[in-house]
């Protein structure tokens, strides 16, 4: 019985966080260049980004930016503000290494002030590399991408900690890293907000911080089920968080009485390649022992021989 009440508990905590998140997410996805565009280029390749909006296996670009604004974070922690025009967000990175983008956009819907935000981080391969700063030279050090304090201009946000990796690799998210996070409203750290993560073949889970307020979960390997053999195939998620103030005012004419924040960290995570490297250990393993066995069935069965005697006959 006291088995059963806490899973029944367990069960209960979870769907009341459920109605705190929609299937309609909003995040910034990067619009893939053809490499015929931008190989060969002397100057700063431009970058485009699509608002997209429902989850990761149905979506639909977002049209409608008004009232929407994007920060860009360099390596140098420099902010960059700029208002978004058009149907497509675009920049040009000056420089390689890491970018960070931020995108917000507010309006009122049913008397709720909804402030929607999303970050990405992006790379920049096609810069010039002296205008890079010399840590940021592959863009991808451990102290690059992860655990940056909360942008000022943000009133509510996602921090990704340094991941916990099971294997050598310091740049990019394997399956089984532990990924830990932290939620920060007005550049305070909530301990009790959950996070949402979804995943690109649809595995969802809603996970509460610890005591500290780090939310971190492993990232599973289970979804590479069908693509097992593809070792570059890389795999989308999400991870998203909500926070409602009661808290009235007025935006652009229109009074709310609450204030709704989301905020939503696209990612993107591979096979672990201990997983590649145990295979081809496995395979290695396999031909040594199978050669071992036929150099010592051959040396047996040479031993086995027997040696021709010659045979003397006497003709006197």
């Not at 591979?270 to 393993?285: C, D, Q, V």
Request: charged share 25%.
């Amino acid at each position: 019985m006291k088995n059963n009440f806490y899973k029944i508990a367990y069960i209960l905590a979870f769907l009341a966080f459920l109605p705190l998140f929609g299937d309609n997410s909003i995040w910034i996805e990067e619009l893939k260049m053809k490499s015929c565009c931008t190989t060969g280029t002397n100057g700063p390749v431009h970058k485009e980004f699509n608002i997209k909006k429902g989850n990761l296996q149905n979506n639909e670009t977002v049209n409608d930016l008004n009232n929407a604004k994007l920060y860009i974070r360099d390596i140098n922690d420099q902010i960059t503000e700029q208002n978004i025009n058009g149907k497509k967000i675009s920049f040009v990175p000056l420089y390689k290494g890491n970018y960070h983008l931020f995108f917000e956009q507010k309006y009122v819907e049913g008397g709720v002030l909804r402030v929607t935000l999303s970050s990405l981080r992006v790379y920049n391969k096609e810069g010039n590399i002296t205008k890079s700063v010399l840590k940021e030279i592959r863009g991808k050090t451990i102290n690059s991408q992860y655990a940056r304090e909360p942008l000022a201009q943000l009133p509510f946000e996602i921090i990704m900690e340094r991941p916990i990796k099971k294997h050598h690799i310091n740049c990019c998210l394997y399956s089984g890293d532990i990924a830990p996070f932290k939620v920060y409203y007005k550049g305070e750290l909530k301990k009790n907000i959950p996070l949402k993560v979804t995943m690109e073949t649809g595995w969802t889970n809603v996970i509460k911080p610890s005591n500290d307020g780090v939310i971190s979960f492993e990232i599973p390997r289970n979804t590479y089920n069908k693509r097992e053999e593809e070792k570059k195939y890389s795999e989308k998620m999400i991870v998203e968080a909500e926070y409602k103030v009661n808290q009235s005012g007025v935006y652009n004419g229109e009074a709310y009485h609450d204030i709704e924040y989301t905020m939503t960290m696209p990612l993107t995570f591979s096979p672990s390649p201990l997983e590649y490297e145990s295979k081809a250990l496995g395979f290695a393993t396999a031909i040594g022992v199978m050669l071992a066995f036929s150099l010592g069935l051959y040396y047996n069965r040479r031993k086995k021989r027997k040696t021709p005697k010659e045979i003397w006959f006497d003709e006197k």
